[in-house]
């Protein structure tokens, strides 16, 4: 048998190929990243598996868990609404139910966007969609808490229970065209008191309705039940003084009598026959209207504004406690709420004359706003720019009242005339006062020239006056309306602001008012001066001529103060009714009158003879009899 060898050639091959598959080894071994990703792999995997074991653990202990939690939560439940029924009797099935919760139901019209709050029943926001305030923000009349509606309530078992604490179920469907918001407070499914709000497409008004069914038994109407309802208003205005002064509780009552709370402070009234409330904002406003009138209510108002700088939320607190009725121990009780605009061509679409609510003045100012400038500023604003429309407006009263002007021109050029004859009268008679006067009412008698003649015209000027300061702070229409550097024509308009506040004045300063100050001191500078030219100076009389003297510079400054915060469309009225009133006296001065032809008017005059009214021979009278006592009593003291 031939005996085996190793070759040498193959010895070297496996040596070879040994070193090769070391080297082969090498190369493929991990880097020290791979092999940190291999262990974290490996942590996944062992991770999983961990999770997994203990996920059937767990599961096997939740079963138990959530069988006992149930019989815990049931023993809970039944607690709790055994504790709900000793505090609120049958009422405590309300708050069973889904909607006891704090949520509210929102609805919106045109014009509307609203609010219904479970908690309470009540509307909890009021948005007016097409008006915005002095920030650009949109008008709220009801929001942030601001309102508080609740209607307190004796049960049968003798509790004391308020809605604003109880919770309403909502529901909204449709009736036609609009939209029912139903809130029960419900003490079973048939039994409940409602709150149900109808509101209109495009309408500020919403038909509210206060009823209950199946509570005869429930509730005690045998004593009296109230509703409780409060607002504080919010600020609007750049102003917030100017605001509140507008801000007010109007209210009708005893038939069609209108009467307000104080402007200012705290005020409280109670009344009877009530038809409606109305919690003014200035410009916007919050009314309740029975269906039937209030037998009676307690009304209260309190100023929230004491200091401009700090109190820059609210302007005032209005609440109202009003009965409601019961009838058969059941309550139907049907109201209206209005949420919109102050405005007389808005409020005159509704029933029971709500516009009165807008304070247009009483008497005989109210009436010619009415109508008279009502009507013409909405004509002339319809197709005219409404700064323009105010001038305009300004020039026709102007001119419809220019023949007053003319009265007293003509009346003041007469005692002017008769200076020289009077001063003659007081000089003769200067140890006799009573016969200085005497003759002189005789002369002015036959030369049919008097004080009062100059007087009594600007007397009728005075209702047209207030009633345009009583027109433009409450004219809807110039609101946010602007005009030449005026922003917005109801209120003050803006040259420059102040670092300081100025009492009365204000922290900044308006334009419009310093215009229509110097139009006035001009213009009382020609008229006082004529009248100081005119009527001589009487012994023992007050210095008529130093008091025009200081109503010289007293006007035009209190303009100048008392008009910086006010409305600049006020403003721009008394400056351009100035402007006016000083090219018709000089008009009247240099191409009507003649003063020459009315000396020889007089001097005829008193050639004529002159019969005495009633009230010149009673003063003639009484200065004969003043005369004789004076003299009897100087021969007593010889």
């Known amino acids: 048998m031939e005996e085996k060898k190793f070759d040498a050639k193959s010895i070297i091959g496996f040596v070879l190929i040994f070193g ?70 049958a009422f405590a099935y309300a708050s069973t139910l889904p909607s006891a919760k704090n ?268 109508q008279l400038f009502i009507p013409l500023f909405a004509f002339l604003s319809g197709f005219l720019p409404y700064g323009i429309a105010i001038i305009v407006m300004t020039i026709l009263i102007k001119l419809m009242m220019s023949f007053v002007q003319y009265k007293q021109f003509l009346s003041q050029a007469k005692m002017r005339v008769l200076k020289p004859e009077l001063d003659e009268i007081r000089a003769k008679h200067k140890d006799n006062k009573m016969k200085a006067q005497q003759e002189t009412m005789a002369l002015q008698n036959k030369a049919g020239a008097s004080p009062l003649a100059g007087c009594l015209p600007g007397l009728i000027q005075l209702p047209v006056f207030y009633a345009l300061f009583m027109f433009f702070p409450t004219a809807f229409d110039l609101r946010q309306k602007s005009f030449l550097w005026a922003d917005d024509l109801s209120s003050y308009d803006v040259i420059a602001e102040l670092p300081f506040t100025i009492p009365l004045y204000g922290d900044h300063v308006s334009l419009f008012p310093i215009l229509a100050a110097i139009a006035i001191f001009f213009y009382m500078k020609m008229t006082t001066g004529q009248q100081m030219a005119s009527q001589p100076t009487q012994e023992g009389m007050p210095d008529m001529a130093k008091m025009m003297k200081y109503m010289i510079y007293f006007s035009p400054l209190l303009m100048l103060v008392f008009f910086n915060q006010y409305a600049s469309g006020l403003s721009l009225y008394y400056f351009i009714s100035n402007l006016i009133s000083i090219g018709i006296m000089l008009v009247i001065k240099n191409y009507i009158l003649d003063e020459d032809k009315i000396h020889a008017q007089i001097q005829v005059n008193k050639k004529k003879p002159k019969k005495q009214n009633k009230f010149q021979k009673k003063m003639a009278e009484m200065m004969e009899q003043a005369e004789q006592q004076k003299q009897a009593q100087q021969k007593r003291k010889k």
Do not use: C
């Open 20 to 89: 090769i598959l070391l080297f082969m080894m090498w190369q493929q071994q991990p880097t020290p990243e791979e092999l940190a990703e291999q262990e974290k792999q490996a942590q996944i995997e062992a991770d999983k598996k961990a999770a997994t074991e203990n996920k059937k653990v767990l599961d096997k202990t939740s079963k138990v868990t959530t069988a006992e939690d149930y019989t815990l939560g049931n023993t809970n439940d039944s607690l709790k609404v055994e504790a709900l029924k000793s505090k609120l009797g």
């Open 103 to 370: 949520g509210a139901t929102s609805v919106e019209t045109e014009v509307l966007d609203l609010k219904f709050s479970n908690k309470g029943g009540f509307i909890s926001e009021v948005i007016l969609k097409e008006f915005v305030d002095f920030d650009s923000i949109p008008i709220a009349l009801i929001q942030d808490a601001n309102e508080y509606f609740n209607i307190t309530f004796p049960t049968a078992d003798n509790r004391i229970l308020n809605t604003k604490d109880l919770y309403f179920q909502p529901t909204v469907s449709k009736n036609g065209d609009n939209t029912v918001v139903s809130m029960k407070l419900k003490v079973s499914e048939s039994k409940f008191l409602e709150y149900r709000y109808e509101l209109k497409p495009k309408e500020y008004m919403i038909d509210f309705s206060i009823r209950s069914e199946g509570l005869n038994t429930v509730v005690n109407s045998s004593q009296e039940i109230n509703l409780d309802w409060r607002l504080k208003t919010h600020r609007h205005d750049q102003s917030i003084t100017y605001e509140n002064r507008y801000t007010r509780l109007t209210y009708m009552y005893d038939g069609e009598k209108i009467d307000k709370l104080d402007q200012s402070g705290e005020d409280d009234e109670v009344i009877e026959d009530v038809r409606w409330l109305s919690y003014r904002q200035h410009f916007f406003s919050t009314i309740l209207v029975a269906d039937k009138p209030f037998g009676k209510a307690t009304i209260a108002s309190s100023d929230l504004v004491q200091d401009e700088e700090i109190d820059t939320l609210f302007t005032k607190e209005f609440s109202s406690k009003l009965p409601l009725a019961f009838n058969n121990g059941e309550a139907d009780n049907k109201f209206q709420l209005y949420f919109g605009p102050t405005d007389s061509k808005t409020l005159k679409q509704y029933d029971y004359d709500l516009e009165e609510s807008i304070p247009f003045g009483w008497g005989i100012f109210g009436w010619i706003n009415k």
